[in-house]
């Protein structure tokens, strides 16, 4: 996983010396962050405070630069980096940089076995010209099925991950991977829900979950995915704009496509998301990959007796990169 440097920290301080206005000795979360000559803005104000000095998480900053009107600080408030002021001519700042981190995951065998009698293969099925060929089709059918339910379901074994001869080796899912923007309603800052108990998903609720990843992360979700619960209530969000005429004879209701300020996303129904939750994803950076040469395929086995039998057979894993470009919102009513 790759990652930028934070652009974006907030106070740790609850007394300000002489007062929240004209205070500039500042404690901050992570003062390894700020450097001196950064500009930064307090939110929900125009002020921009300059940094002179920065000695572990403690800035020293110049209040109101520019002539900017000095907010009222509080512990808590989050500060924006906006960019660093080089001088003219100085010798070029030690580097900074994030440490990338390699994320793995495991792979998967998917296999399920297929056998068909003589007499079966011979004889004449009414709609079926090759029992052994209906019966891998079936087979194929049903291991994509897997796939599909352990791409967004799957975790791996606690100990020994890598598998073994008594170890099943498993893959991790798109709801065991995501981990920084797991959002529920009315909760760390996310707006209420509707209903009696504020927690079914509403358009605020969603928006708002868009609006958190793409404030933290440069990814851009472009994929919903929700099981029927979750996709009749995004339906909904439109239920109030809807007309019909009197000659109309089909009735639509159906949100296929969700725009906002924070990307357009494409919204997909699965049978296997878990019903109180709504992914929000980044496709760009998810992809299911077979292992080198073992993509499903059929494996004839040995004859035994008058029958065939073979194997249909593969190993897949799911590529989940920048973790943090992705979210999921839980705890939704059902």
């Given at each position: 996983?790759?990652?930028?440097?934070?652009?974006?920290?907030?106070?740790?301080?609850?007394?300000?010396?002489?007062d929240?206005?004209?205070?500039?000795?500042?404690?901050?979360?992570?003062?390894?962050?700020?450097?001196?000559?950064?500009?930064?803005?307090?939110?929900?104000?125009?002020?921009?405070?300059?940094?002179s000095?920065?000695?572990?998480?403690?800035?020293?900053?110049?209040?109101?630069?520019?002539?900017?009107?000095?907010?009222?600080?509080?512990?808590?408030r989050?500060?924006?980096?906006?960019?660093?002021?080089?001088?003219?001519?100085?010798?070029?700042?030690?580097?900074?940089?994030?440490?990338?981190?390699?994320?793995?995951?495991?792979?998967?065998?998917?296999?399920?076995?297929?056998?068909?009698?003589?007499?079966?293969?011979?004889a004449?099925?009414?709609?079926?010209?090759?029992?052994?060929?209906?019966?891998?089709?079936e087979?194929?059918?049903?291991l994509?099925?897997?796939?599909?339910?352990?791409?967004?379901?799957?975790?791996?074994?606690?100990?020994?991950?890598?598998?073994?001869?008594?170890?099943?080796?498993?893959?991790?899912?798109?709801?065991?991977?995501?981990?920084?923007?797991?959002?529920?309603?009315?909760?760390?800052?996310?707006?209420?829900?509707?209903?009696?108990?504020?927690?079914?998903?509403?358009?605020?609720?969603?928006?708002?979950?868009?609006?958190?990843?793409?404030?933290?992360s440069?990814?851009?979700?472009?994929?919903?995915?929700?099981?029927?619960?979750?996709?009749?209530?995004?339906?909904?969000?439109?239920?109030?704009?809807?007309?019909?005429?009197?000659?109309?004879?089909?009735?639509?209701?159906?949100?296929?496509?969700?725009?906002?300020?924070?990307?357009?996303?494409?919204?997909?129904?699965?049978?296997?998301?878990?019903?109180?939750?709504?992914?929000?994803?980044?496709?760009?950076?998810?992809?299911?990959?077979?292992?080198?040469?073992?993509?499903?395929?059929?494996?004839?086995?040995?004859?035994?007796?008058?029958?065939?039998?073979?194997?249909?057979?593969?190993?897949?894993?799911?590529?989940?990169?920048?973790?943090?470009?992705?979210?999921?919102?839980?705890?939704?009513?059902?």
């Amino acid at each position: 996983m790759d990652t930028l440097l934070p652009n974006t920290d907030a106070l740790n301080q609850t007394v300000f010396t002489p007062d929240p206005q004209n205070a500039t000795a500042l404690t901050v979360n992570n003062g390894s962050r700020f450097q001196v000559g950064d500009l930064v803005r307090p939110d929900a104000s125009t002020e921009v405070m300059f940094v002179s000095a920065v000695a572990g998480n403690t800035l020293t900053v110049i209040r109101g630069y520019g002539n900017t009107t000095k907010a009222t600080l509080n512990n808590g408030r989050r500060l924006f980096i906006l960019a660093n002021a080089v001088l003219e001519g100085a010798d070029a700042a030690a580097a900074r940089f994030t440490n990338r981190s390699r994320r793995q995951n495991y792979t998967q065998i998917f296999a399920a076995t297929v056998q068909v009698s003589g007499s079966m293969r011979a004889a004449r099925t009414y709609g079926v010209e090759d029992e052994l060929d209906y019966q891998k089709q079936e087979r194929m059918r049903e291991l994509l099925r897997d796939l599909e339910n352990c791409v967004i379901n799957g975790t791996a074994p606690a100990t020994n991950p890598q598998g073994g001869s008594t170890v099943r080796r498993t893959m991790n899912g798109i709801v065991k991977q995501v981990s920084t923007n797991v959002l529920q309603p009315n909760q760390g800052g996310m707006p209420p829900g509707g209903g009696a108990g504020q927690n079914e998903l509403n358009e605020p609720v969603l928006n708002a979950a868009l609006r958190t990843i793409w404030e933290q992360s440069n990814g851009q979700i472009d994929t919903i995915v929700c099981g029927g619960v979750q996709k009749r209530r995004i339906n909904s969000f439109a239920s109030t704009l809807r007309s019909y005429q009197p000659e109309d004879v089909k009735f639509r209701d159906m949100v296929g496509v969700y725009e906002s300020d924070f990307g357009v996303c494409r919204v997909i129904l699965s049978r296997w998301a878990p019903a109180d939750s709504v992914l929000l994803l980044d496709s760009s950076r998810v992809e299911v990959v077979p292992m080198r040469g073992r993509s499903f395929h059929y494996k004839p086995l040995g004859a035994q007796g008058d029958a065939d039998q073979g194997q249909v057979i593969g190993e897949y894993t799911l590529e989940f990169r920048n973790e943090n470009a992705h979210g999921v919102v839980r705890g939704l009513a059902v």
